[in-house]
Nanobody, 122 residues
Framework: VQLQASGGGLVQPGGSLRVSCAAS????????IGWFRQAPGQEREGVSA????????VYADSVKGRFTISSDNAKNTVYLQMNSLKPEDTAVYYC????????????????WGQGTLVTVSS
């Protein structure tokens, strides 16, 4: 499985941005896709994940109510819609795939895409 994250950029506080994760493999129905982020000098943090088999989702407390994860299985793409962005959301965002199940724990993910930088600043 190869993953390609895209859509990062510079956005003002309070703004919105959508990042995408495109998968190379078409049969992902037994996988979960997670979004993680890593700010400079900080550990990688699980942000959100979605099960591609049943659509269940999970969010970190820090993004609940602001971020929404979704999938378009026909396009093999998972999206992370980020609203009400804050400066502390600034990080490199990574997507990853796992067959373990829906989780925000990075060690359970076997496949990782390259990151896309999201900068929230005025």
């Amino acid at each position: 499985v190869q993953l390609q994250a895209s859509g990062g950029g510079l956005v003002q506080p309070g703004g919105s941005l959508r990042v995408s994760c495109a998968a190379s493999r078409s049969t992902l129905d037994r996988y979960a896709i997670g979004w993680f982020r890593q700010a400079p000098g900080q550990e990688r943090e699980g942000v959100s994940a979605i099960s591609l088999s049943d659509g269940n989702t999970v969010y970190a407390d820090s993004v609940k109510g602001r971020f929404t994860i979704s999938s378009d299985n026909a396009k093999n793409t998972v999206y992370l819609q980020m609203n009400s962005l804050k400066p502390e959301d600034t990080a490199v965002y990574y997507c990853a795939a796992t067959r373990v199940g829906i989780t925000l724990l990075a060690p359970w993910y076997s496949y990782w895409g390259q990151g896309t930088l999201v900068t929230v600043s005025s």
